[in-house]
């Protein structure tokens, strides 16, 4: 161990994970957005097993009724919706359909894009040819318009919705992989590992995938506002999930009608929208610095300053 001139010995450096921690701890802005999506994943992990009776209960009593009269059930707090439903138990209940839609298609497209990524940048020109025409085919169609057509010809499932969001995702993580790899394969770091006659498999998953993971999260929590946004403008449209399961879009639509005279029917469920993807970008721009070795100098300097 290395001897300094005061104390003998050099301190032990902190644990990554408790540096990653302190600076979320310094960017308050992201610490609220991480703060507000852990509640919201409690909400969808949890809620469902509290809540889902008072969500699906008729109350015709609390028809349309108005939001923050706190003299009611908290659950009315957010108000009621056409048939008497507690809006704020309707959204927390629709968060788990929502962020399950989300999340799946976000990891499956990821999973796929990534792996393809990594073979059209690490082997023969043939192959990457072939897989990026394949990427050229699927963003040749309009994201929106393919899940259109492909949820209008088959049931309108959560299964069918993580699927098709999914495959219109893959590009994103296919092409980011492959120019990141193409960059990473030349460094002195693999050709010292080719040299020392490890495998291809070793070179991709142990020396090349850790460095373009960082960039990939970033992408994936862009991507998971994304396609949440795409899940309930579909479900707007009528042609994502269906009744008498829920999620946020779904709800905004099934408010529609009641614009003019309950205008929270809609508000609701679309501010829970607004506020998901709004801590996803705010916390993925963090991350963006957090996570790579070359910016995080940033934010060492701002703590250092303060």
């Not at 969808?44 to 059930?73: C, T, V, Y």
């Not at 059209?120 to 699927?138: E, F, H, N, P």
């Amino acid at each position: 161990m290395a001897v300094s001139e005061n104390s003998g010995t050099i301190p032990e450096t902190p644990p990554a994970w408790l540096s990653i921690l302190k600076m979320l701890w310094r960017d308050k802005f992201a610490l609220c957005a991480a703060v507000f999506l852990t509640v919201i994943v409690l909400c969808a992990i949890f809620g469902p097993m509290f809540l889902e009776d008072q969500a699906m209960r008729n109350n015709l009593r609390g028809r349309n009724a108005p939001p923050f009269d706190f003299s009611k059930d908290w659950k009315f707090w957010l108000g009621g919706d056409a048939l008497g439903r507690p809006l704020l138990a309707r959204i927390i209940v629709a968060a788990q359909n929502t962020m399950m839609v989300a999340a799946g298609a976000v990891l499956f497209s990821m999973a796929i894009g990534t792996g393809l990524g990594l073979i059209a940048g690490y082997t023969s020109k043939l192959g990457s040819q072939v897989i990026m025409r394949l990427a050229d085919v699927i963003m040749s169609f309009p994201s929106l318009l393919l899940a259109v057509i492909v949820l209008y010809m088959l049931s309108p499932s959560v299964t069918n919705l993580i699927i098709v969001l999914a495959i219109t995702r893959i590009p994103v993580y296919l092409r980011t992989t492959r120019a990141e790899v193409l960059e990473i394969r030349e460094r002195m770091f693999v050709q010292a590992a080719q040299v020392m006659g490890a495998s291809t498999w070793r070179i991709v998953f142990r020396h090349i995938l850790p460095v373009v993971f960082p960039t990939l999260v970033t992408i994936a929590t862009l991507d998971f506002a994304f396609v949440m946004l795409a899940e309930s403008s579909l479900s707007f449209l009528g042609i994502g999930i269906q009744p008498p399961e829920i999620t946020w879009g779904l709800m905004v639509a099934q408010g529609r009608p009641y614009l003019t005279n309950a205008w929270w029917l809609s508000f609701m469920p679309g501010l829970a929208i607004i506020l998901t993807t709004l801590s996803l970008n705010l916390l993925s721009n963090w991350m963006r610095t957090a996570l790579d070795p070359v910016q995080r100098w940033r934010l060492e300097i701002a703590r250092k300053k303060k």
